[in-house]
Every structure is written in C-alpha cells, then in structure tokens.
C-alpha cells in the first residue's frame, strides 16, 4: 500500500465532512417529518452516512503508519491536524 498524496488526503477529509454534515441533516429530518416511513427511511440514510464517514477514518488510520514522518514543520509548510470530537469523529484540519 502506498502513502496518500496531500491532494488525496484533502479529498478524503473534504468527503469526511460531507457525510458527517448529511449523517447530521438526516436525523434532524428523521425528528421533523411526520410519516413514520419517511423517518425511517431518514434515521436509514444517516446510518448509511455514518458509516461512509466511519470507512473514511478508517482509511485515513491506515495510511497514517504510511506517511513519511517529518521532523517540525518549516515556515509556510503544511501539515494535517486530526482531532477527535465527542461522538468519537476526527476532524482534520490543514495549518500553516
């Protein structure tokens, strides 16, 4: 397996945020919608969701070991930031 390129992790954090973003609309719809079949279908999709953002991660985790490590980042050299939030997601975020 090789490392991911910067341009595929951006991709992969950028995709993270999406499904997270979708997990979280549909169960607020699940909470609005009057039709027990549409909610249903809503609490299905963000179950869906969630776990396209859980598969994600977990690529990301595996290609983590990958990456070439680098002592501390020069002046204007990027670097990716993970951080865990409380529902246990990682938000990734690029810092200069």
């Keep these: 397996m ?13 995709s993270m945020s999406n499904e997270d973003l979708l997990t979280k609309q ?3 719809a699940a909470v609005h919608v ?3 079949q ?3 279908a809503c609490l299905q999709l963000a179950q869906r969701h969630q ?4 598969y994600l991660l977990t690529l990301l985790q595996q290609h983590e070991s990958l990456a070439p490590q680098q002592g501390q980042p ?3 050299q990027q ?3 993970g951080q865990q939030n409380q529902q246990g997601h990682y938000s990734y975020q690029l810092t200069q």
């Design 2 to 14: 090789q490392p991911l390129t910067t341009k595929e992790v951006e991709y992969i954090v950028d």
């Design 26 to 28: 549909c169960l607020a």
């Design 34 to 36: 009057q039709d027990q």
């Design 38 to 40: 549409i909610a249903n």
């Design 51 to 54: 776990q396209h953002y859980k």
């Design 74 to 76: 020069q002046p204007n």
């Design 79 to 81: 670097t990716q930031q």
